[in-house]
């Protein structure tokens, strides 16, 4: 089976920045994903990585280690509508996606 | 309308009823999927059809039954579920379910709650 691990909140400050983590072992590995859930809401897709290394993207950034099978998403100049479920899927080998169980980030002002 | 809808929102049903989900996708993807997300857990896969073929079950109780008649819709049918059922479940849509960077996009979900 695929195992997936992240914290489960994080708490932050407005204006601050907040790293999310998220380790993997998985029996292949063709790519990680990074998506945000508003509560209540459909899970919007944030980032792709395959290759080792940081894709930026605005406020958000993901990184990538395949060989420590690590991953973390950087939000940046946290504001409140930044509260939300963020969830790490890691596709192993085919097509399906196997999910963490989110990390809740709390924006305080 | 855009994107990945999915009706009704919300749904609460005893046990012997018999209810469907439906799910539209309005992106030209070919691929969709269901996914059955409960509190504090992670998504879990139940159904993938890529053009309109079912190319995974995994192993969902026969008291769900999907359906998918074209490329842009999804039906899951409900009936004689149990409590543990109540979940959040997602439709997610892609343009092929293929490796690499397919990205699945997702509807909002149906909130269920199984008296």
């Known amino acids: 089976g695929q195992n997936i691990d992240q914290p489960t909140e994080m708490t932050a400050t407005e204006g601050a920045i907040v790293q999310i983590n998220c380790t993997y072992q998985t029996s292949g590995f063709n790519g990680l994903f990074w998506y945000q859930q508003h509560a209540g809401e459909a899970p919007t897709f944030l980032s792709y990585n395959v290759l080792d290394g940081l894709e930026e993207k605005g406020r958000f950034s993901s990184f990538l280690s395949r060989s420590k099978g690590y991953s973390y998403l950087l939000l940046k100049e946290l504001q409140m509508k930044d509260s939300a479920s963020y969830l790490c899927a890691v596709r192993d080998g085919d097509y399906k996606l196997s999910f963490g169980a989110g990390t809740t980030v709390t924006v305080r002002a | 309308e855009t994107g990945v809808t999915q009706t009704p929102r919300h749904l609460v049903m005893g046990m012997t009823n018999k209810k469907s989900l439906k799910c539209e996708q309005h992106?030209?993807?070919?691929?969709m999927y269901w996914y059955k997300q409960s509190a504090k857990k992670p998504l879990e896969l139940m159904f993938v059809?890529?053009?309109?073929?079912?190319?995974e079950n995994n192993s969902v109780p026969s008291r769900f039954s999907p359906e998918c008649p074209n490329s842009s819709h999804l039906f899951l049918h409900l009936h004689t579920l149990q409590p543990e059922d109540s979940a959040l479940y997602l439709c997610?849509?892609?343009?092929?379910?293929?490796?690499?960077?397919?990205?699945?996009?997702f509807g909002p979900g149906t909130r269920l709650t199984v008296l």
């Open positions: 997610a849509s892609s343009q092929e379910a293929s490796g690499g960077a397919d990205t699945q996009y």
């Open positions: 059809y890529n053009f309109k073929e079912q190319t």
């Open positions: 992106l030209g993807h070919n691929a």
